[in-house]
């Protein structure tokens, strides 16, 4: 193959648009899923404290979540570089930051890969979880897939893919692993309080009392069953939480959709004038 026909080829980035990922990730449930996963991390006593230790959130309310966005967005549809230069921008930031276990006094690494392993399967799983419920046509069979891809995804923070779950059941598995570690603390109460009612300036302090009704508590009520036991507080029922979700996914999480379209391109626009149109994601184009 020539230098010309290599330079030609174009770039499927680290799944491609025939993964199961490439279609999911682009749904409008995701903004969701991304909450839900802040609150499942928060339950996790190191890893919550790194967050709370070494995060300027109260500053920047949605920082950390648009830069998991962002991270889930290069990851999925920027070029095979693109991702390995942002991971290893991450993989960097982490490395440099410390935390202090609350109950022991230890200082520890927060790219420690249990650590790395609970945020990843948070995030996923709430993800899974959430897309699922909303609506999205996922059978178990590219659920599984879903969970399976993604381990190529924790590859880049610095994990070893085959140490991190690759079906629903394997998932499973190690929340019951992980569970007896897990529970609320100080500051769970922060993660909980911050995003139930962040910090906004005008013009859009207004609006909390609706996000927090029908994005923040939304998002919690969507937690696994044993998630909410340990947090201790109130959710919205099963299928009021169902039924809440599938309607803000038609309407207020377009927003978020609409604002992003303004970023010239974003990464999904990137990637389809890089490999065409058929490379939009849609659930028609979901593999078997």
Same mark, same amino acid.
């Given at each position: 193959?020539?230098?010309?026909? &290599? ?20 749904? &409008? ?24 230790? =070494?995060? =300027? ?18 990851? &999925? ?7 390995? @230069? ?17 109950? &022991?006094? @230890? ?25 699922? #419920? ?14 399976? @891809? ?87 029922? #099963? ?6 979700? #599938? ?26 004038? #890089? ?14």
């Amino acid at each position: 193959m020539t230098d010309t026909a &290599t330079r030609a080829t174009p770039d499927p980035g680290l799944l491609g648009p025939g993964s199961v990922t490439w279609q999911l990730h682009a749904d &409008t449930s995701m903004w969701v899923g991304g909450i839900a996963s802040l609150f499942l991390q928060a339950l996790h006593p190191r890893a919550v404290a790194a967050v709370v230790q =070494n995060s =300027n959130f109260q500053a920047d309310p949605f920082g950390r979540l648009l830069r998991t966005a962002g991270f889930v967005s290069i990851s &999925t549809y920027g070029t095979r570089a693109e991702a390995d @230069e942002f991971a290893a921008r991450v993989r960097r930031i982490h490395r440099s930051l410390r935390a202090t276990d609350r109950e &022991t006094g @230890e200082p520890f690494r927060i790219d420690e890969p249990e650590l790395l392993l609970w945020v990843h399967c948070a995030e996923v799983s709430s993800f899974l979880e959430v897309g699922r #419920r909303a609506g999205y046509p996922l059978t178990d069979a590219q659920a599984d897939r879903y969970l399976d @891809e993604q381990r190529q995804t924790a590859a880049l923070v610095g994990l070893a893919a085959d140490e991190v779950p690759g079906s629903r059941a394997a998932m499973a598995r190690y929340f019951r692993s992980v569970l007896p570690e897990l529970r609320r603390t100080a500051d769970t109460e922060v993660i909980y309080r911050f995003l139930h009612h962040p910090p906004l300036a005008w013009p859009l302090r207004p609006g909390i009392p609706v996000y927090t009704a029908t994005i923040a508590h939304l998002a919690y009520s969507l937690l696994p069953d044993w998630a909410i036991g340990l947090y201790g507080r109130p959710a919205y029922d #099963r299928d009021g939480a169902t039924a809440l979700l #599938r309607l803000v996914r038609r309407t207020v999480l377009r927003l978020p959709e609409l604002v992003l379209s303004g970023q010239r391109p974003t990464p999904i626009q990137a990637a389809i004038q #890089r490999l065409g149109p058929g490379a939009a994601p849609s659930p028609d184009r979901l593999p078997g």
